[in-house]
């Protein structure tokens, strides 16, 4: 199984920027697939990004299209969602989850993602 410890969230004003990272530790890091999820405070859980085992394929919810960049170091065993133009919207804790299934840049099978970090918290204020 993979360990995953989210760090980097924060307090930000809206505009600024964040970079959160999730690192893994256990099973190779490179058998998994990974997402970033989001909930905000009385909102269903959602899906802001995915990416391959390999790093080649990605996925962006509608909403952080063009703001926000998932990426990973498999040789580092961490996985990153820098964050740009930051709104009070994005106000949520975020989670990192590993999938051993891989995703290829589709709509993503959100119910894969069995392995979950315990999320960090990001706050941007108006």
């Known amino acids: 199984q993979v360990q995953l410890v989210e760090s980097g969230g924060g307090l930000v004003q809206a505009g600024n920027s964040l970079r959160l990272s999730c690192a893994a530790s256990?099973?190779?890091?490179?058998?998994?697939?990974l997402a970033w999820f989001r909930q905000a405070p009385g909102k269903e859980r959602e899906i802001v990004a995915t990416?391959?085992?390999?790093?080649?394929?990605?996925y962006y919810a509608d909403f952080v299209k063009g703001r926000f960049t998932i990426s990973r170091d498999n040789a580092k065993n961490t996985a990153f969602l820098h964050m740009d133009s930051l709104q009070p919207e994005d106000t949520a804790v975020y989670y990192c989850?590993?999938?051993?299934?891989?995703?290829?840049?589709?709509?993503?099978?959100?119910?894969?993602?069995?392995?979950w970090g315990q999320g960090t918290q990001v706050t941007v204020s108006s």
């Open positions: 990416i391959s085992k390999s790093g080649v394929y990605t």
């Open positions: 256990g099973r190779t890091f490179s058998s998994y697939a």
């Open positions: 989850a590993a999938s051993v299934t891989n995703v290829y840049g589709g709509v993503p099978r959100t119910g894969n993602f069995g392995f």
